[in-house]
């Protein structure tokens, strides 16, 4: 059983800047992929980025590159992502996932609560 928490999220005015961290615990290792994905209301989960386990490979979602960037921390077990220049298209619940590669959600096993994300124009 692997648990994970995001936090970070809030409302931030369109160009600015979130970043958001996912802690794990449970039963952990260090060699898992780990990604984030969105969700608008009445929208579909979409990938937002991943990280291999040994953060040599990392990939984003075409509406993030170059305005995110994802991190991940095996020590800490965490995985972070940065987001800046902001907007309003951005705001969604935003989910960790772990144990999964690709950019469908169906591929990940474990998954945060979410955390919301809002940007105001």
């Known amino acids: 059983q692997v648990q994970l928490v995001e936090s970070g999220g809030g409302l931030v005015q369109a160009g600015g800047s979130l970043r958001l961290s996912c802690a794990a615990s449970?039963?952990?290792?260090?060699?898992?992929?780990m990604g984030w994905f969105r969700q608008a209301p009445g929208k579909e989960r979409d990938f937002v980025a991943a990280?291999?386990?040994?953060?040599?490979?990392?990939v984003y979602g075409d509406s993030v590159k170059g305005r995110f960037t994802i991190s991940k921390d095996n020590a800490k077990n965490t995985v972070n992502l940065q987001m800046n220049s902001l907007k309003p298209e951005d705001t969604a619940v935003y989910y960790c996932?772990?144990?999964?590669?690709?950019?469908?959600?169906?591929?990940?096993?474990?998954w945060g609560q979410g955390t919301q994300v809002t940007v105001s124009s």
């Open positions: 996932a772990a144990s999964g590669w690709g950019i469908s959600p169906i591929e990940y096993k474990y």
């Open positions: 449970g039963r952990t290792d260090s060699s898992i992929n």
């Open positions: 990280i291999s386990w040994n953060s040599i490979s990392r």
